[in-house]
């Protein structure tokens, strides 16, 4: 959504759609907004809870299949498993996404691994191409007049146009770009208690060969799981800041991390995009 501070200050109805690495403060921000007024749109909930529900509990039930109490109560039916994600609490989506590598360290299998990441991408762009639908949702049945798209950190990696053409339209996009000291931040972070994350597939091949020749290993499966997650995570980083400026140069607008950790309310945040799209 291109335009200009002055006709998106007088819009009624305003929907916008976060992007930028997990840790950016996407989420904090959100939450500084009138929940009154703004119908917030996770879309990490929205994987979880529609397009990786099944996945995930099968994924607990396989888990609890190698505990021979647990495992005859599922067989009868004498117990159920849910997971119980929520916006702040998006830990089963995690464990499904997992890391590569030993399988005693609790990695995963090099091409399950695979499986996971491709699962994860469709479901991330399905729940982008939900927004729209939200959009009206959020409007006509619950009443509130405007929306905000917590996208994940991820959404870069999705190489699907389509889905940023969707979100262009039924949003304004804005970009939370970091500074070098939060980047050192995440790394640091990264590397303390390294997550499991989302890779392109040629991203993930070829970092995969370089640690492998690094740490003289000679295939996946003896991978540290944590330990490759803290050592790729910065070039991960440096692969992802291209691929956010050039949708935000493409679709919408970039404002600086220092700025957003600023803003006290919506006012501070309508006047930092509206700076933003006149710097544009």
Not at 59 to 87: E, G, P, Q
Not at 103 to 119: D, Y
Not at 226 to 249: C, M, Q, T
Request: proline share 3%; with cysteine; charged share 25%.
């Amino acid at each position: 959504m291109k335009l200009s501070s002055k006709n998106f200050t007088s819009l009624e109805n305003k929907a916008i759609t976060l992007l930028g690495m997990s840790g950016v403060g996407k989420t904090t921000l959100a939450n500084k907004m009138d929940r009154s007024k703004w119908f917030h749109y996770s879309g990490d909930y929205r994987i979880g809870t529609k397009y990786l529900e099944e996945p995930i509990l099968d994924n607990i039930k396989a888990k609890a299949m190698n505990v021979d109490f647990l495992a005859d109560l599922l067989r009868t039916d004498s117990i159920y498993i849910c997971s119980n994600i929520t916006v702040n609490n998006l830990d089963p989506v995690s464990t499904f996404l997992g890391k590569v590598g030993n399988a005693a360290l609790g990695g995963l299998e090099l091409s399950e691994f695979k499986r996971r990441q491709f699962l994860h991408r469709q479901a991330e762009i399905g729940a982008m191409l939900d927004v729209p639908g939200f959009i009206g949702k959020a409007r006509n049945i619950y009443g509130y007049s405007n929306f905000l798209n917590d996208a994940g950190g991820s959404l870069c990696e999705l190489n699907d146009p389509n889905v940023f053409e969707v979100l262009s339209e039924s949003t304004l996009i804005l970009y939370i770009r970091a500074d070098q000291e939060h980047e050192k931040m995440l790394c640091e972070r990264a590397i303390s208690h390294p997550k499991p994350l989302y890779f392109q597939e040629e991203f993930l091949d070829k970092h995969l060969a370089m640690f492998l020749e690094e740490k003289n290993l000679s295939e996946a499966g003896e991978i540290n799981p944590d330990e490759f997650g803290s050592w790729v995570f910065p070039e991960l980083l440096e692969h992802r800041k291209p691929l956010y400026e050039s949708i935000a140069n493409g679709y919408g607008y970039t404002v600086n991390l220092h700025d957003v950790q600023n803003v006290r309310d919506e006012k501070d945040f309508m006047d930092l995009i509206g700076q933003a799209i006149d710097h544009s």
